[in-house]
């Protein structure tokens, strides 16, 4: 069969009709096997009555076991062959017939069975084999998710039933937030769109991620996701990713909105200012970065007890109205080691924002505002509390 010789001597256009020929053949044998598949399936099932199809060998399992064996076919597979054959045997003959003259491979087969298994009408499945012989040959260079569309069109015009669950479908969409398997500092989040959002909402991520230049060093996948959260906090009116080549000149570069959008309490005798090296507004170096010198397992109101470095303390949004609190990530902190910069963010619901991503929202615009100590506010005696200690409250609670 693969003798290189003979296949050698073969001109061009007679290799090709050979190919063809051959290709047409072993479609119209696949044919031929699973019209025996379904034979032997059919001796097994089409007698069995109500004693037999409970036992837990019923006629199924025993022709899935003479097939497996036939075939040399694991269980799983020699079900599925059994699942196609019965299926063009019985429901889909125009289909079948055109598979047994070779015109059809079987994975378009195979495809056209599954598509179709869910339809009950009689009626809807004859127009729907009608539909698809009519048109089955030009499926073999589909894709996959071509073939599928290309199939399901028809399911979809003249099976009522079908009509019926996408309906049901297109009511039933959600967005849901949160694994509880999730790395700190992220999040996974899911759900079911109409076809149409999609497709828009796609093409908008997509063309937000190409427009960073050549340098930045995420991939598409991760500029698209950073494109998603920067459209949460902008909304429509955003037109570019903030760039992360680092290169100053980069007409991308500057800061991040999704980092401006974000508020870092910590103590005010800790901020950023009180250290020589002040915090830098763009770029990925942490410089100037406040970090613990030591542990502390919980922030205390009594100054004598904070260590004397910057330490990163509980955080919260912006308590002035004119903060919008849709577009407001609040973050808290606290100590965790003795390395500067080693600080971790603890969000108000609990979540943790490890140091290497507090310091890029530093790095990036992020907001650091000092948290003065209750001890050091001055005494009120007005109803309403002042701006500090309402800060203060909301970051100790």
Same mark, same amino acid.
């Given at each position: 069969?693969?003798?290189?010789?003979?296949?050698?001597?073969?001109?061009?256009?007679?290799?090709?009709?050979?190919?063809?020929?051959?290709?047409?053949?072993?479609?119209?044998?696949?044919a031929?096997?699973?019209?025996?598949?379904?034979?032997?399936?059919?001796?097994?099932?089409?007698?069995?009555?109500?004693?037999?199809?409970?036992?837990?060998?019923?006629?199924?399992?025993?022709?899935k076991?003479?097939?497996?064996?036939?075939?040399?076919?694991?269980?799983?597979?020699?079900?599925?062959?059994?699942?196609?054959?019965?299926?063009?045997?019985?429901?889909?003959?125009?289909?079948?017939?055109?598979?047994?003259?070779?015109?059809? /491979?079987?994975?378009?087969?195979?495809?056209?069975?599954?598509?179709?298994?869910?339809?009950?009408?009689?009626?809807?499945?004859?127009?729907?084999d009608?539909a698809?012989?009519?048109?089955?040959?030009?499926?073999?260079?589909?894709?996959?998710?071509?073939?599928?569309?290309?199939?399901?069109?028809?399911?979809?015009?003249?099976?009522?039933?079908?009509?019926?669950?996408?309906?049901?479908?297109?009511?039933?969409?959600?967005?849901?937030?949160?694994?509880?398997?999730?790395?700190?500092?992220?999040? /996974?989040?899911?759900?079911?769109?109409r076809?149409?959002?999609?497709?828009?909402?796609?093409?908008?991520?997509?063309?937000?991620?190409?427009?960073?230049?050549?340098?930045?060093?995420?991939?598409?996948r991760?500029r698209?996701?950073?494109?998603?959260?920067?459209?949460?906090?902008?909304?429509?009116?955003?037109?570019?990713?903030?760039?992360?080549?680092?290169?100053?000149g980069?007409?991308?570069?500057?800061?991040?909105?999704?980092?401006?959008?974000?508020?870092?309490?910590?103590l005010?005798?800790?901020?950023?200012g009180?250290?020589?090296?002040?915090?830098?507004?763009?770029?990925p170096?942490?410089?100037?970065?406040?970090?613990?010198?030591?542990?502390e397992?919980?922030?205390?109101?009594?100054?004598?007890?904070?260590?004397?470095?910057?330490?990163?303390?509980?955080?919260?949004?912006?308590?002035?109205?004119?903060?919008?609190?849709?577009?407001?990530?609040?973050? /808290?902190?606290?100590?965790?080691?003795?390395?500067?910069?080693?600080?971790?963010?603890?969000?108000?619901?609990?979540?943790?924002?490890?140091?290497?991503?507090?310091?890029?929202?530093?790095?990036?615009?992020?907001?650091?505002?000092?948290?003065?100590?209750?001890?050091?506010?001055?005494?009120?005696?007005?109803?309403?509390?002042?701006?500090?200690?309402?800060?203060?409250?909301?970051?100790?609670?």
């Open positions: 069969m693969f003798d290189r010789v003979a296949l050698a001597g073969m001109g061009d256009e007679e290799l090709i009709s050979a190919l063809t020929a051959a290709t047409r053949g072993e479609a119209a044998m696949a031929r096997r699973l019209a025996l598949v379904a034979e032997v399936t059919a001796r097994q099932c089409e007698d069995e009555d109500d004693v037999i199809a409970h036992q837990v060998v019923d006629g199924w399992a025993f022709a076991a003479q097939v497996g064996a036939a075939c040399n076919l694991s269980p799983h597979a020699a079900s599925t062959q059994m699942r196609i054959g019965v299926a063009l045997r019985e429901r889909l003959p125009r289909t079948a017939a055109l598979f047994g003259s070779g015109a059809v /491979s079987a994975r378009v087969i195979g495809e056209i069975t599954w598509r179709t298994h869910l339809v009950t009408d009689e009626d809807a499945l004859a127009l729907i009608a698809i012989a009519a048109e089955a040959t030009e499926y073999g260079a589909l894709s996959e998710a071509a073939l599928i569309r290309a199939v399901d069109l028809w399911v979809e015009k003249f099976d009522p039933i079908a009509v019926i669950r996408s309906q049901a479908a297109a009511k039933d969409l959600y967005v849901e937030f949160d694994d509880r398997d999730d790395p700190n500092g992220v999040c /996974s989040f899911w759900g079911r769109l076809a149409t959002d999609k497709q828009a909402l796609q093409q908008r991520l997509n063309d937000l991620a190409d427009t960073v230049c050549a340098n930045d060093p995420r991939t598409v991760e698209r996701a950073d494109a998603l959260g920067a459209l949460g906090i902008v909304g429509p009116s955003l037109q570019r990713l903030a760039c992360r080549c680092g290169d100053p980069c007409a991308g570069s500057g800061k991040d909105p999704r980092s401006t959008a974000v508020n870092i309490y910590m005010a005798d800790q901020a950023p009180s250290d020589a090296r002040p915090a830098p507004d763009t770029g170096e942490p410089t100037g970065e406040p970090g613990p010198e030591g542990p397992p919980e922030p205390e109101p009594d100054a004598a007890e904070r260590p004397a470095a910057q330490t990163p303390t509980p955080a919260e949004s912006d308590p002035t109205p004119a903060v919008d609190p849709a577009a407001h990530v609040p973050f /808290s902190s606290r100590p965790v080691g003795t390395v500067p910069g080693a600080g971790v963010g603890v969000m108000l619901d609990g979540g943790i924002i490890p140091a290497a991503m507090l310091a890029d929202l530093i790095a990036t615009g992020a907001k650091v505002r000092p948290l003065r100590e209750v001890a050091d506010l001055p005494t009120e005696r007005q109803y309403r509390p002042s701006t500090a200690l309402t800060a203060f409250v909301r970051m100790c609670s």
